[in-house]
């Protein structure tokens, strides 16, 4: 049996899972200072970053239409599809409405669509997680199962430079207390089960806070042997920096650095990490 998995582009694939033809990426589409960016390989992190930064306004996205969903799912029998967090974006409402229509289009394909519960790098641990399943030979069924487990268990953790992005496009609503007065504090957060975004601390510089996340994954036994993920939006120094920090600390069988595409930037801004495990 064929697979492919599809993945939105908040999924910063690594570029071994570029260069492999079962990763199918679906672009969204940003809008930002009166531009337009597609999130593909015609984008352009400089340009984007140099636009939010000469706006007031938060930048806009755009998910991809059931349509280019649809066209990704189809020439395989097995289709996985990654998405952002449905709290998050309409993306996984749209892949979910191109599964519909290619049941009618076309029955016996298999179509399932993963809420990750995450974004950007915890959307490449649920994507390499589906590789290693389907290409075991593992019954369909029993992949979804599992890589649903998978999605419930990972975790996924965050500091950023600046919180002007999330704070101007309403993602932070349920922290707007906090945030007030914590704007020029490092927050490190992370995403609850469901996908919305929580606080775990904050620290005065990135590095105190950067110790605090790798301080709490340290902690948590469920990260021995697993894939870490990291990424970095325009800071690779600092990407090794902490990929440092977790082979002192940690005891992860891999880690991975990937680079932010568009709506990772959206989210994550100049100087952001995302990790995942």
Same mark, same amino acid.
């Given at each position: #049996?064929? /697979? $492919?998995? !599809? &993945?939105?582009?908040?999924?910063?694939?690594?570029?071994? *899972?570029?260069?492999?033809? +079962?990763?199918?990426?679906?672009?969204?589409?940003?809008?930002?200072?009166?531009?337009?960016?597609?999130?593909?390989?015609?984008?352009?992190?400089?340009?984007?970053?140099?636009?939010?930064?000469?706006?007031?306004?938060?930048?806009?996205?755009?998910?991809?239409?059931?349509?280019?969903?649809?066209?990704?799912?189809?020439?395989?029998?097995?289709?996985?599809?990654?998405?952002?967090?449905?709290?998050?974006?309409?993306?996984?409402?749209?892949?979910?409405?191109?599964?519909?229509?290619?049941?009618?289009?076309?029955?016996?394909?298999?179509?399932?669509?993963?809420?990750?519960?995450?974004?950007?790098?915890?959307?490449?641990?649920?994507?390499?997680?589906?590789?290693?399943?389907?290409?075991?030979? #593992?019954? /369909? $069924?029993? !992949? &979804?199962?599992?890589?649903?487990?998978?999605?419930?268990? *990972?975790?996924?953790?965050? +500091?950023?430079?600046?919180?002007?992005?999330?704070?101007?496009?309403?993602?932070?609503?349920?922290?707007?207390?906090?945030?007030?007065?914590?704007?020029?504090?490092?927050?490190?957060?992370?995403?609850?089960?469901?996908?919305?975004?929580?606080?775990?601390?904050?620290?005065?510089?990135?590095?105190?806070?950067?110790?605090?996340?790798?301080?709490?994954?340290?902690?948590?036994?469920?990260?021995?042997?697993?894939?870490?993920?990291?990424?970095?939006?325009?800071?690779?120094?600092?990407?090794?920096?902490?990929?440092?920090?977790?082979?002192?600390?940690?005891?992860?069988?891999?880690?991975?650095?990937?680079?932010?595409?568009?709506?990772?930037?959206?989210?994550?801004?100049?100087?952001?990490?995302?990790?995942?495990?």
């Amino acid at each position: #049996m064929s /697979f $492919k998995i !599809v &993945v939105d582009s908040c999924c910063d694939l690594t570029p071994a *899972m570029l260069r492999d033809p +079962v990763f199918v990426k679906v672009p969204l589409t940003i809008f930002s200072n009166g531009s337009t960016f597609v999130d593909d390989e015609t984008f352009d992190q400089a340009d984007l970053l140099w636009s939010m930064r000469q706006s007031d306004d938060a930048p806009s996205t755009a998910c991809p239409s059931p349509q280019a969903y649809l066209d990704a799912y189809r020439g395989a029998d097995d289709v996985y599809v990654v998405t952002l967090s449905a709290l998050l974006s309409g993306s996984h409402n749209s892949a979910e409405q191109a599964r519909i229509l290619m049941e009618e289009e076309r029955p016996e394909v298999n179509v399932h669509v993963f809420n990750s519960c995450s974004a950007v790098s915890g959307e490449v641990l649920v994507a390499l997680a589906i590789q290693r399943m389907a290409s075991s030979g #593992m019954p /369909f $069924k029993r !992949v &979804v199962t599992e890589v649903e487990q998978f999605i419930y268990q *990972m975790q996924t953790l965050f +500091v950023l430079e600046s919180l002007e992005n999330l704070r101007k496009n309403g993602r932070l609503t349920k922290l707007q207390a906090v945030i007030t007065g914590a704007l020029k504090i490092k927050l490190f957060m992370g995403a609850t089960p469901e996908g919305e975004i929580c606080k775990y601390g904050q620290a005065l510089t990135i590095k105190q806070a950067l110790a605090k996340m790798m301080d709490k994954i340290a902690a948590d036994a469920a990260h021995v042997g697993r894939t870490l993920v990291i990424c970095h939006c325009n800071c690779l120094e600092r990407a090794f920096t902490v990929k440092a920090m977790a082979e002192k600390k940690c005891n992860f069988a891999h880690i991975l650095i990937t680079e932010a595409g568009g709506i990772s930037t959206v989210y994550a801004y100049d100087g952001g990490i995302v990790v995942a495990y």
